[in-house]
């Protein structure tokens, strides 16, 4: 079973803030040890973590078939919202390949992030 998967984010707090527009639910927000910003989202059963360390960037890939999946509630109400806060859309809503409605955004690093209606 999945416990969590780990990437590193330019920002933080831009990073959790998407995220939890999505529907995560920020769990950790603190700084290690080592002085780097960490942040944990609980999504469903998994997690999504994200450090800040500095001088370090987010390595992203532009393609769609790098990314991340989110099961989100009215996807159709909230495309609209997320475009008119800035988030880039890479693939326009669509039906997935098992009918869902889904569509592909970028998140604040430039992450492909995956949105499937529920249900």
Known sequence: MLKHVSF???D???ALAFYTRLGGVIE???TTSEGYRRGVLLLGEGRLQFFEVPGEAPATHPHWAEHVALHVPDLRALLPELRAAGVTVTRDLQPSPGGRDMAFVLDPDGRQVELLAEG
Do not use: N, P
């Open 8 to 10: 590193v984010t330019g």
């Open 12 to 14: 933080l707090k831009a």
């Open 28 to 30: 950790k927000d603190l």
